[in-house]
């Protein structure tokens, strides 16, 4: 892959450890996001990885 690829898969996955930061300061925080945030950006993680 290139390196464009591997910039935007980084780029979310920041844009995504925003909302997981965004939703963890909340009063009462939805922990079924999180869980769904978080699993988004393990995904990233392992792509980026890949490449």
Do not use: N, T, Y
């Not at 925003?18 to 392992?46: T, W, Y």
């Amino acid at each position: 892959m290139d390196s464009s690829h591997v910039s935007a898969l980084q780029f979310k996955h920041a844009g995504i450890d925003r909302q997981l930061h965004v939703e963890m300061c909340r009063p009462m925080p939805d922990h079924a996001v999180i869980q769904a945030l978080k699993k988004q950006k393990l995904r990233l993680k392992d792509e980026i990885g890949r490449h």
